[in-house]
T-cell receptor, first 112, second 112 residues
Framework: DAKTTQPPSMDCAEGRAANLPCNHS???????VYWYRQIHSQGPQYIIH???NNETNEMASLIITEDRKSSTLILPHATLRDTAVYYC?????????????FGAGTILRVKS | ETGVTQTPRHLVMGMTNKKSLKCEQH?????MYWYKQSAKKPLELMFV???????ENNSVPSRFSPECPNSSHLFLHLHTLQPEDSALYLC???????????FGPGTRLLVL
């Protein structure tokens, strides 16, 4: 079962920052938070991941709270092409090693 | 382009047919994965291969048969499928098992 909770959908105006929240209150100390997105009928695209510290790359920023129970993915200047399903995933220790368990995600609609 | 390719992109097959899905990664990764994504459902992990050895099989029916001849190629052989097997089948790879996964574009399968 997924260990994260995300809102089912969000809207964002084009050019504005999109802030996508995620709750992972049962996260363990060595479990990473990953973000992927999936544009309609395509494969999921890796965005960013982190453990404790905030992370930034060319696509987005990841802000993780100090207690690690929640995080926020920030797309600084959303465009129409950022419309997608965004998945917040806690990488868990499975029987055969680390694994990603996808949930339902957040549908982000960027509007002009 | 993620460096993971899948063929065919679309496939229609009857319940008595035999077909194969192919995945190829050009990233030098050692682990490869098959996922299934049914309509309105989260991604489900099917199989995991690490260094060409199957290390995880998530209770997948035997009508799905994976094959990993080398670390760059992964196949999913299909036979006597059911209409409920219609889905998007996604391949992913990672440098080592449990690390960041990069997905292919998927094969959209329709079983009639």
């Amino acid at each position: 079962d997924a260990k994260t909770t995300q809102p089912p959908s969000m809207d964002c105006a084009e050019g504005r920052a999109a802030n996508l929240p995620c709750n992972h209150s049962t996260i363990s100390g060595n479990e990473y938070v990953y973000w992927y997105r999936q544009i309609h009928s395509q494969g999921p695209q890796y965005i960013i991941h982190g453990l404790k510290n905030n992370e930034t790359n060319e696509m987005a920023s990841l802000i993780i709270t100090e207690d690690r129970k929640s995080s926020t993915l920030i797309l600084p200047h959303a465009t129409l092409r950022d419309t997608a399903v965004y998945y917040c995933i806690v990488r868990v220790q499975g029987e055969y090693g680390n694994k990603l368990v996808f949930g339902a995600g957040t549908i982000l609609r960027v509007k002009s | 382009e993620t460096g993971v390719t899948q063929t065919p992109r679309h496939l229609v097959m009857g319940m008595t047919n035999k077909k194969s899905l192919k995945c190829e990664q050009h990233l030098g990764h050692n682990a490869m994965y098959w996922y299934k994504q049914s309509a309105k459902k989260p991604l489900e992990l099917m199989f995991v291969y690490s260094l060409e050895e199957r290390v995880e099989n998530n209770s997948v029916p035997s009508r799905f048969s994976p094959e990993c001849p080398n670390s760059s190629h992964l196949f999913l052989h299909l036979h006597t499928l059911q209409p409920e097997d219609s889905a998007l089948y996604l391949c992913a790879s990672s440098r080592q098992r449990g690390e960041t996964q990069y997905f292919g574009p998927g094969t959209r399968l329709l079983v009639l």
